[in-house]
């Protein structure tokens, strides 16, 4: 069964940096997608990288501070974050997509999430 476990979340002040991992076990192929989401009021998606081809999206709020990667080797997705603002305070999630469109399809095998907290 799938299993995505996250780590790395603490607390930082603004304009701090803080890498986020997540660990995937479980899963009988290669080829799917990462994504890491925040909650806010609802889960706000945040990046997702495409393990089979490397490609990476981000949202808009995050994009040129965060960096999403892959270790295939270690089954662990990375999320780098810097430049962090106290609006990224909040609780990390990642989760899968094995769908066909990878980072555009539905998402499952959430971990339990990480908590990330910036200080003003």
């Known amino acids: 069964e799938p299993k995505l476990v996250e780590s790395g979340g603490g607390v930082v002040q603004t304009g701090g940096s803080l890498t986020l991992s997540c660990a995937a076990s479980?899963?009988?192929?290669?080829?799917?997608?990462i994504g890491w989401f925040r909650q806010a009021p609802g889960n706000e998606w945040v990046s997702c990288i495409d393990?089979?081809?490397?490609?990476?999206y981000y949202a808009p709020s995050v994009k040129n501070r965060f960096t999403i990667s892959s270790d295939n080797a270690k089954n662990t997705v990375y999320l780098q974050m810097t430049g962090l603002k106290p609006e990224d305070t909040s609780t990390y999630y990642c989760?899968?997509?094995?769908?066909?469109?990878?980072?555009?399809?539905?998402?499952?095998?959430w971990g339990k999430g990480t908590q990330v907290t910036v200080s003003s």
């Open positions: 989760a899968a997509s094995t769908s066909f469109i990878k980072c555009a399809g539905d998402f499952h095998s």
């Open positions: 479980g899963f009988a192929f290669d080829d799917y997608a």
């Open positions: 393990k089979s081809d490397g490609q990476t």
